[in-house]
Every structure is written in structure tokens, then in C-alpha cells.
């Protein structure tokens, strides 16, 4: 019997890496890879809540907005959202993430998801450091 040959795990992006910059006309957030979709929302008896994940993602977005500041974008401007997921293994799917994502940079980068008038996304297998990083460039007044 042959010894089986362990693969590392890839290194965890800690919210203290998280940041915020100015990009070109926008900002680029890189956060850790967001909660799945399917694991961000219970449903109860009476009404849907946030998983203890999801909470904990949220106040790490939160907490790292804080830090950097970024202007938030004012309806009824409009933005343009690119997406890019550094997956570190091959679990999850980029809708999923991509919906989490965007819903924790509401409040922070744009007021209401409803701004968003386009999104370019996509998933990139086998990083070293498994993230999410996200481009907001603000659009024109609708």
C-alpha cells in the first residue's frame, strides 16, 4: 500500500487582510470568500434570518469599511460591479457567492443592489489564497 500524499490546505484570508482601495474611478474591496447563498439565509416559522456565517461576514465587511472609509455611491447614480472569486478548492458555485458577495458590500461601496447595472464576474480555480475581490466603478444618474 502506497502512503497517501497530503495536499496543504490553502491559506485562509483573515478579515485583517481585507481591505478597501481606490481603483481608477471606483473602489476595489478584496474580502475572504463570502458564505454560500444556499447557507446565508435561514428560514424560520415567521420569517428569514441570517446564519451565524452570514452575520459574522456581514460585521466583518462592516468593521472593514470602517477602517478604509469608502464614499458610498448615492442613488440615483448607478455602478458597474466586476467580480473576481479566487477559489481555493473546487467547492461552490460563482452564483451563489456572487449574491452573498454584492449583498455585503450594500451600504458600504453602493446604497441599494438596485444600482447595479451590470456585473461581470468569474471564478478562478486553485488560488493559494482563496478571496473574492470586487470592482465598483460608479455609472451616470438614471
Known amino acids: 500500500m502506497t502512503p497517501r500524499t497530503r495536499v496543504a490546505a490553502p491559506e485562509v484570508f483573515r ?6 482601495t481606490a ?7 478584496t474580502f475572504p470568500t463570502p458564505p454560500s447563498g444556499n447557507r446565508s439565509v435561514r428560514r424560520g416559522a415567521t420569517h428569514q434570518y ?4 452570514w452575520d459574522a461576514y456581514l460585521q466583518g465587511a462592516h468593521l472593514t469599511a470602517r477602517v478604509w472609509r469608502p464614499v458610498c455611491v448615492e442613488p ?9 472569486w479566487y477559489r481555493g478548492r473546487a467547492a461552490g458555485d460563482l452564483d451563489n457567492r456572487l449574491k ?3 449583498d455585503a458590500l450594500q451600504g458600504i461601496l453602493y446604497r441599494r443592489d438596485s444600482q447595479i447595472t451590470r456585473i461581470e464576474a468569474v471564478r478562478l480555480d486553485g488560488d493559494a489564497v482563496p478571496r473574492i475581490e470586487v470592482i465598483v466603478l460608479p455609472g451616470v444618474a438614471a
Do not use: E, F, N
Not at 440615483?76 to 473576481?84: G, I
Open 100 to 102: 452573498t458577495g454584492l
Open 50 to 53: 441570517g446564519s451565524p456565517a
Open 76 to 84: 440615483p447614480a448607478t455602478v458597474d460591479v466586476w467580480v473576481r
Open 23 to 29: 481603483h481608477a474611478l471606483g473602489y476595489r474591496a
Open 15 to 20: 478579515w485583517s487582510h481585507a481591505q478597501i
